[in-house]
């Protein structure tokens, strides 16, 4: 293994004599893991008997299944900013981790997975619980390795931390074989630097940034789209400096919510297939359009070839192989989000765009009249899944870390939720895991106990990893989990509705009593079915200081818009 | 607006990796691009791989493969090239009977004219190698198999390419940090 070393003096400490599976929990501390995730088997027992020797040191969480452990570790990653780490064990207990795993790798998540294996020797004769985890997991992961020596692990583990970290993050892997568990090593934990075939950070080129501040300066109607790459990058200071100084209006995808607080002047919205109707619409009518740390997924651009064509691009990335991959650009700049974006803002004249602001207001004004006020006040009988938001926003005062789940809820979370603080919205955005919420807001109440974390969850999604009430119980993770239960599939309903002549196939839910199942694992739980018992249920829940569930019966056949159709022009938004 | 589609050379220095392989065919197969040929082998750097992959693509999608190469975190850097900006070779073998060689003149003339080497001769059968472009390749084996060829085999291609790749410097730059 070919890393870089830290200098000698940091590392000059002396050699020990240990087992491997003692240098893995060793190595994990090292790196400063506080907490992680998993579930024991077979081939991983050894380290989870070093586990249970170093538990004053570092806290293993065992989740109900190992999907759960994957997505807490992610959620623990992105309110934290620091390595989410799961662990499992051979064949099952591997396999399972990589549905989170690949939700980690398209939504850039930092997480270090560490899967047992079976003896070295078994390798490829089919042994119990053996599986191919390093092959199955190649596609999905951004770098994973097999480790068959003790005296390997420390190297490994080192290098693992530095991938998932450095530049673009994701999910690593290292399978470590049985016997390379419980061979001796002489253990000395270096971490890594750099790697010399891996270029993480690109430098920003001077020139690069000046040609995007001379569009920038030049242009009439300027439009920013910001993604993750602002939060990843801790350049939320820098992209609101940008923003005020050149008066820019500025979007966001739905992993880049909260880097700029909700209730901004220029914080013009979402992007994308339910964002708001002023962003998508008039992204057909900048002139320059600035993309930030986002990769023109296509349920942000619409239909491509009718995506902001009449505008110049510029794309700010870290990733090179994101340039041109999805919209061609006129202006790359290539480098790390805090560094590039304070070199624009020394390169941009000051300036504003009152009446090119005031077209997404009034745009607004219609989306609100058409879409908003229905959602968030509604006159009509059944309770709107907006409308929960807005208490949940009362009593919060927009400080809670929401974390949702995939569907209607998840797009009503991120349109209605306000946000005061980076690192608010942790929902699984690329892949679209149904049954990450759950998991996902252990983790991050865990990482971040002094905040509130409620997790706003459909009914589908929750019994996909529903068993994790379990984990919260043990745990006594106070998390607060919101059900909005409309007896549906509610977004697949939607399409079929609109798309499918409502032939709700398989959509329809008849779900057990969620109150029960919550008390089965002795959570406070409430269900609220009628408008004049929720604000007071919302306050009882926020005013917990333990983990609450509750259950809120919402209109069944309700649709999210504003809505692009899919295959549409972003100026194809549908308000009805 | 259709681009060409166009016979690129993919080169990609890689470290000595095991899966390996596997990452970098991986990017083509989601891709649905076929593999024309490939070959690894060791660069000119000692412990330093190379990979020369040939498809038939449009550029814009060569740039792109490229890029979605080097992003694999061993790879060190990776290429691509026009067959004009390389010079490049494949080379094959065939396994004929041993009577024909000497009951078949037109089959030493053959030989003679394409400048194919003769590897081994026994009773039974002789071998035949011969490297050079693909239509020198097939037009040997055309003439051979008039004759009946027992056993063909080809390689893959192979390419050095005209301007620099300068990954030594590359390397040595790391070193320096």
Partial sequence: MKTQTANKKEVAVKKQRISGSEA?????????????????GGAIMPVYDELYKFQDKIHHVLTRHEQGAAHAAQGYARISGKVGVAMATSGPGATNLITGIADAQIDSTPLVCITGQVFSHLLGSDAFQET???????????????VTKAEDIPGAIAKAFYIAKSGRPGPVLVDITKDAQVADLDFEYKKCTGIRSYNPVPKTSQESVNAAAELINNAKKPMIVWGQGVILGKAEVELKAVIEKAGIPAAWTILGASAIPT????????????????????????DVLIAIGMRFDDRVTGRLDAYAKQAKIIHFDIDPAEIDKNVKTDVAVLGDSKESLAMLFDALNKNSHDSWLQEFKDLYAIEFEQVIN???????EGLTMGEVLKQINIESEGKAAIVSDVGQHQMIACRYAEFNQSKSNITSGGLGTMGFGLPAAIGAKMAAPEREVVAIIGDGGYQMNIQELGTIFQQKAAVKIVVLNNEFLGMVRQWQQLFFDKRYASTEMTNPNFVAIAEGYYIKARKVTKRDELAEAVKEMMASKESYFLEVRVEKEDNVFPMIPSGASVSDVRLS | MKEDIKSFTISVYTENNIGLLNRISAIFQRRHINIESLTTSQSEIDGVNRFVIVVNICEDNASKIVKQIEKQVETIRAYYHTEEETIFTESCMFKIKSDLLFNEPQI???????????VTVNKEFFVLEKSGRRNEIESLRRDLNVFGIMQFVRSGRIAITKDQMKITELLSAFDNQ
């Avoid at chain 1, 229905?374 to 009509?380: A, C, E, M, R, Y």
């Avoid at chain 2, 030493?108 to 003769?118: F, G």
């Fill in chain 1, 263 to 286: 209730s901004h002047p220029l914080n013009i919205g979402m992007v994308g297939m339910h964002g708001n109707y002023a962003p998508n619409k008039l992204t057909n009518e900048c």
């Fill in chain 1, 132 to 146: 191919d985890i390093v092959g199955i997991s190649t596609p999905v992961t951004k770098w994973n390795c097999q």
């Fill in chain 1, 374 to 380: 229905g959602d968030l006040n509604p006159t009509k």
């Fill in chain 1, 24 to 40: 893995v929990v060793r190595s994990l501390i090292a790196e400063g893991v506080d907490i992680l995730y998993g579930y024991p």
């Fill in chain 2, 108 to 118: 030493q003339n053959i030989i003679k004219e394409s400048n194919t080497t003769i």
